[in-house]
């Protein structure tokens, strides 16, 4: 079930923000969960007010904070050799609960969060519970011994068996293991990453 916080911010920001939103109920919905302004002709938005919708967009997608939004756009800044639109997208999607929502074995960023929060996971032989850890190409994530047993984890296989998990990464759901291959490779087209880096750029 949605929220209604949550219905009112997948309003304003796009339906890309949650997955729950991205279902027809969403897309049907009307009466009091629609929105204020509905029916009306929308105002013109100003640049300004489009860079703070697309940060805005980040900010709930990955649930993370305007201090560590401000530090990705940061560090992708200052990194040479690379796309800063590029660099910025990665270090979004190299956060470890983003690679567990990535590999399937999260039904959400938040979901995922909370597991690695948790303990469930091990990388690199190393338990880590920091959510915002930052993984590289050829680290091996785990689940915990303790945790294949859990609700969690049961039937991951079955439940994933129509899931295309993006190219740069690979699970072993026998093993309960899986691998970094490489650097994330842009997939999100609802969010626009040089309007958040102009934003920032002020």
């Keep these: 079930m949605i929220t209604k916080p949550k219905f009112k911010i997948c309003r304003r920001l796009g339906p890309g923000v949650y997955d729950k939103c991205q279902t027809v109920k969403f897309s049907t919905a009307s009466g009091k ?3 204020p302004g509905v029916g009306r002709r929308p105002r ?5 007010g489009t860079q703070l919708i697309e940060k805005q967009k980040i900010r709930f997608s990955y649930g ?3 201090r560590q939004l401000s530090n990705y756009v940061r560090k992708a800044v200052h990194i040479k050799g690379a796309g800063t639109a590029e660099k910025f997208y990665e270090e979004l999607e190299s956060r470890l609960d983003n690679v567990i929502y990535r590999m399937g074995l999260a039904p959400t960023r ?3 969060r909370q597991m690695v929060s948790h303990g469930h996971f091990i990388v690199n032989d190393h338990k880590v519970t920091i959510p915002s850890y930052e993984i590289a190409a050829g680290d091996i994530i785990k689940i915990r011994e303790g945790s294949k047993s859990k609700k969690l984890f049961v039937g991951l296989a079955e ?3 129509d899931y295309v998990m993006p190219a740069w990464l690979s699970f072993d759901f026998g ?3 899986g691998k970094i291959l490489g650097k994330p490779k842009r997939a999100e087209t609802f969010i626009d990453l040089n309007a958040v880096l102009e934003f920032y750029s002020r």
């Design 64 to 66: 993370i904070t305007e």
């Design 175 to 177: 093993k309960m293991e």
């Design 110 to 112: 938040r979901a995922g």
């Design 159 to 161: 439940k994933n068996k």
């Design 33 to 35: 969960f629609a929105g």
């Design 44 to 48: 013109a938005m100003t640049e300004y």
